[in-house]
T-cell receptor, first 114, second 114 residues
Framework: EADIYQTPRYLVIGTGKKITLECSQT?????MYWYQQDPGMELHLIHY???????EKGDLSSESTVSRIRTEHFPLTLESARPSHTSQYLC?????????????FGEGSWLTVV | AQSVAQPEDQVNVAEGNPLTVKCTYS??????LFWYVQYPNRGLQFLLK??????LVKGSYGFEAEFNKSQTSFHLKKPSALVSDSALYFC????????????FGSGTRLQVQP
């Protein structure tokens, strides 16, 4: 079982609010990812990081931003939430050795913007 | 760019019968292939992967998958389905070089009837 934690699990907020979704992993993985998933649908990569101070945008355009100041921490921020941001956000991490390229996922953060 | 196709939105099977969930992929270079399972309101759980070596890969909970390079397929199989196997299954791929993030298929819902 992977040691990757996301908080909050569920969040309901009003339009225009700033939110940060937290993601932490204790495996020492250098690579981390954020995926967005609508209920029962496919996952879309929105951000990834290969290490501290390294972040890239993914395949799906997103108004969110990320930072990677510490290896274990990869928070995602929305400066001004909108109803279109309502979705599940999944954080993940991996390494090329040890676990052999496997990407491990957290339990997800369900965001509802009203 | 890589892609994954899961041609069946849903697969229905009776408990005790064998099951197959189909996956085909497209990627430049050698593929790294993965299967994940998702239960309601949860993150993704890793089932199995193909990196190199034997084309038949065995994973968690009695699942296995066969890598077929000529058909670019990586179908998930289980000899005897359980009701508790009912969930959403995702196939994913990444190339052996370059970006580490996975590209996911659209998912297949497996329904095992008692």
């Amino acid at each position: 079982e992977a040691d990757i934690y996301q908080t909050p699990r569920y969040l309901v907020i009003g339009t225009g609010k700033k939110i940060t979704l937290e993601c932490s992993q204790t495996m020492g993985h250098d690579k981390m990812y954020w995926y967005q998933q609508d209920p029962g649908m496919e996952l879309h990569l929105i951000h990834y990081s290969y290490g501290v101070n390294s972040t890239e945008k993914g395949d799906l355009s997103s108004e969110s931003t990320v930072s990677r100041i510490r290896t274990e921490h990869f928070p995602l921020t929305l400066e001004s939430a909108r109803p279109s941001h309502t979705s599940q956000y999944l954080c993940a991490s991996s390494e090329d050795i040890g676990s052999g390229h496997t990407i491990y996922f957290g339990e997800g953060s369900w965001l509802t913007v009203v | 760019a890589q892609s994954v196709a899961q041609p069946e939105d849903q697969v229905n099977v009776a408990e005790g019968n064998p099951l197959t969930v189909k996956c085909t992929y497209s990627v430049s270079g050698n593929p790294y292939l993965f299967w994940y399972v998702q239960y309601p309101n949860r993150g993704l759980q890793f089932l199995l992967k193909y990196i190199t070596g034997d084309n038949l890969v065995k994973g968690s909970y009695g699942f296995e998958a066969e890598f077929n390079k000529s058909q670019t397929s990586f179908h998930l199989k289980k000899p005897s389905a359980l009701v508790s196997d009912s969930a959403l299954y995702f196939c994913a791929v990444r190339p052996d070089t370059g970006r580490r993030a996975l590209t996911f298929g659209s998912g297949t819902r497996l329904q095992v009837q008692p």
